[in-house]
């Protein structure tokens, strides 16, 4: 049951801005032609063609108009990089019933079906939601092997740059760690910290050699006295020493980083992995 719900809430490339409209009407011209529903069966290869061609048209046409009054109606929803495998199944159940509607009208505008509009809209809708279906996992499956082949090669081709670099440490002031009572505990060199750990009402520090400093505070105060760029806040319980990261890895959904001098893999949350891979390219 986890698996399938971190499935549904993995990240999804969002590409509703024309990719995926188009790639949904060359499946759904596919299926028509070969699965032949709505009499299509009885129809010779050319007329067959042109009308899948048509309510293939039909169909990126209305995901076009769909996304456009949709993002534009609710805009924090449509944030690509919010955007996950759980919403893009949900907004492609509500375009497949429109869709449907869409093409119903074609069919009896261009009337390819002698049938009644009603009994017609009845009769596509149905049809397309079991197309719909199809066409959606199909497509949702492509576009996460996409995605995931497209990540991993950025993720790499960063990890050479990582093994690579060399990383100047310019800031040479010890650092005075303050208790939340503002009382002085210990001073240490920022550039001997390879991470930090929130742990309830206590920091700990990992040093170079396995050293560990413990000191009763917030994160968010320990950090606000370390070098500024060169400390960065991966996950609500982590702080990292970004000229120490030699590595991220892809961890299920989300990331983690490994640091010189230390074994530890250190998760970064999915809103802070956007922001960390921007800086570490810069």
Request: positive net charge.
């Amino acid at each position: 049951m986890d698996t399938i719900l971190s499935f549904f809430r993995k990240p999804h490339p969002f590409n509703y801005k024309g990719n995926s409209s188009v790639a949904s009407g060359l499946i759904i011209t596919f299926l028509l032609f070969t699965l032949q529903p709505f009499g299509f069966s009885e129809l010779d290869f050319f007329p067959r063609l042109w009308k899948s061609v048509i309510m293939g048209l039909t169909t990126t046409v209305t995901l076009l108009v769909s996304y456009t009054l949709c993002a534009k109606a609710l805009p924090q929803t449509f944030k690509n990089k919010q955007w996950l495998v759980w919403k893009d199944l949900t907004f492609s159940a509500f375009n497949v019933l429109l869709i449907g509607i869409a093409n119903s009208l074609v069919i009896y505008w261009l009337k390819l079906s002698s049938a009644e509009l009603s009994p017609l809209i009845i009769n596509v809708v149905s049809h397309t939601i079991l197309i719909g279906i199809v066409a959606s996992f199909l497509l949702l499956f492509i576009e996460q092997s996409f995605h995931l082949r497209s990540e991993l090669a950025s993720l790499q081709k960063l990890n050479d740059q990582l093994e690579v670099r060399k990383v100047e440490n310019p800031y040479s002031q010890m650092v005075t760690f303050l208790s939340e009572k503002g009382k002085p505990e210990f001073r240490l060199d920022p550039n001997e910290i390879i991470f930090l750990k929130s742990e309830g009402n206590y920091v700990e520090v990992f040093l170079e050699g396995d050293g560990k400093e413990l000191l009763r505070n917030r994160l968010k105060v320990v950090a606000s006295l370390l070098p500024e760029g060169q400390f960065f806040q991966c996950h609500r319980s982590y702080l990292v020493n970004t000229h120490r990261i030699s590595r991220i890895n892809r961890a299920s959904r989300d990331y983690e980083v490994m640091l010189k001098g230390s074994d530890k893999s250190i998760p970064v949350s999915r809103a802070k992995a956007d922001p960390l891979i921007e800086l570490l390219k810069a």
